[in-house]
């Protein structure tokens, strides 16, 4: 029988780069595509928008830097067909991902995914990772009036799996995502990218772990 935990009745997890290092395979879609149109980003311009909807960073970059010969939404569109590429291609899940998934359905836990990613992109990671069965439900913040640093996917997610958002676990990599995710009232582990991982500004979150795997003998620290 499941533990039951006192203080969390549902966790809510990111998926680009929580269940699998797909931030790269961002970037390189983003400076290939922004490229072909005269915008040359580096690894650093990329990592600035890390957790932003797709819709939302190309209208920022479009803005920087006005193209000809394609519209903000088939770049966008184009950008995510390349991700999507390079999930099939490449994609494996990060480490502790399935330990943490029975950790915390052995808690009582109940799963969802809340993402920026677009529906199409959601199911070719949890098809590609052989997920599809791990989470009750999945929320695009494609179908939100606003991405994150908003809280609304989060909201969305809790709602329906009718847990309220004080109640909800968020398993986070990007500062864009936890701030979405403190917005929205919900605890919030953070496990960002090493590159970014010292920075002073993910002392927002309520934890911060360097892998997934680390979750479990960090559990009492949340629930203390």
């Known amino acids: 029988m499941a533990q039951i935990n006192n203080q ?8 680009d780069g929580v269940l699998l290092d797909s931030e790269p395979f961002w970037r390189q879609a983003e400076r290939e595509k922004f490229g072909q149109v005269g915008l040359h980003l ?24 006005p193209w000809q010969g394609i519209t903000c939404p088939q770049m966008a569109q184009a950008i995510q067909e390349r991700v999507a590429e390079l999930v099939r291609e490449k994609g494996s899940l990060l480490p502790g991902v399935r330990e943490a998934i029975s950790f915390l359905r052995s808690r009582g836990l109940r799963l969802a995914l809340a993402s920026s990613s677009s529906p199409m992109l959601i199911e070719t990671v949890l098809q590609t990772l052989g997920l599809q069965d791990d989470f009750l439900l999945t929320c ?17 997610a809790a709602q329906l799996l009718e847990v309220p958002p004080e109640r909800c676990l968020v398993i986070e990599d990007s500062l864009n995502g936890v ?27 309520d934890l911060q772990l360097s892998c997934l795997d680390q979750l ?7 629930t203390d």
């Open 179 to 205: 701030i979405a995710a403190k917005a929205a009232l919900m605890t919030c582990v953070a496990v960002p990218e090493e590159a970014v991982a010292h920075s002073p500004k993910f002392a927002v979150a």
């Open 8 to 15: 969390f009745e549902a966790c809510i997890f990111d998926m």
């Open 140 to 156: 695009s913040a494609a179908g939100e009036p606003y991405g994150k640093p908003h809280p609304g996917v989060f909201i969305k």
């Open 216 to 222: 479990p003998d960090s559990w009492e620290r949340l």
């Open 42 to 65: 580096s690894e650093e311009d990329c990592m600035e928008t890390m957790g932003v909807r797709i819709d939302e960073l190309v209208e920022y970059r479009y803005r920087q830097h």
